[in-house]
């Protein structure tokens, strides 16, 4: 006795029913992950499957022949398959729009350590430096019992950091005529004590 077509029909429609379903609560879990419920493609996303949801309940509710729902429901399946691997491809293209984003950030505070160490270290540089040029005027000063003060040219070291030359005046003793010296920085940044 050969199976009863009916019987098989019937079997086909509820297999495409929970192969809809099965791919429906998927695409529903990867919407859930996703959590980003604000963008446009996840509001799509979305609204379609609420409304192969409804075409699928549509379809059942018709009174109609079994034949045309069997192949309606094989039509749905192919698209809540389709949405499945759509939600899908969105949370793969989402979660390397996050990496990007991440990678991008990282590179930014890499960038401002550098930036950072890299003034620190220009401030090590302007005091070494600053201070170079004190101690050096301040001893001129001793020796010719003059006097130092802070003066101009100002050297920029970067962005807010300068070195201040010094001025160093002293009197006429003896033979010895009264003069001046200034003490600053070469172009290249070394010490250079020159006759005003």
């Known amino acids: 006795m050969g199976a009863d077509p009916q019987t098989g029909l019937a079997s086909e ?5 929970v192969s809809i379903e099965d791919a429906a609560a998927a695409t529903e879990i990867v919407l859930a992950e996703a959590d980003q419920p604000a963008e446009p493609e ?15 309940a549509l379809a059942h509710r018709r009174d109609g022949d079994p034949v ?15 949405l499945q691997a759509d939600a899908e491809n969105w949370r793969s ?6 990496r990007d984003l ?3 950030q990282a590179a930014v505070r890499q960038e401002r350590r550098r930036l950072d160490l890299e003034r620190e270290n220009l401030v090590r540089r302007r005091e070494t430096l600053q201070s170079t040029i004190l101690q050096t005027a301040v ?27 010094v001025s160093v ?18 172009r290249s940044h070394s010490l250079l004590v020159r006759r005003e």
Do not use: K, N, Y
């Open 42 to 56: 996840h509001q799509e996303l979305r609204r379609q499957l609420t409304a192969l949801r409804e075409r699928v």
């Open 13 to 17: 429609i509820a297999q495409l029913g």
């Open 169 to 186: 005046s002293f009197p006429r003793r003896g033979l010895r005529l009264a003069g001046q010296r200034l003490v600053t920085l070469s």
């Open 68 to 82: 045309a729902l069997r192949a309606e429901l094989a039509t749905l399946l192919s698209f809540a398959r389709t």
């Open 139 to 165: 001893r001129m000063a001793q020796e010719t019992r003059g006097e130092w003060r802070r003066t101009l040219p100002v050297i920029t070291l970067g962005e807010g950091l300068t070195v201040c030359s």
């Open 102 to 104: 991440e990678r991008r």
């Open 93 to 98: 293209a989402l979660a390397d729009r996050a």
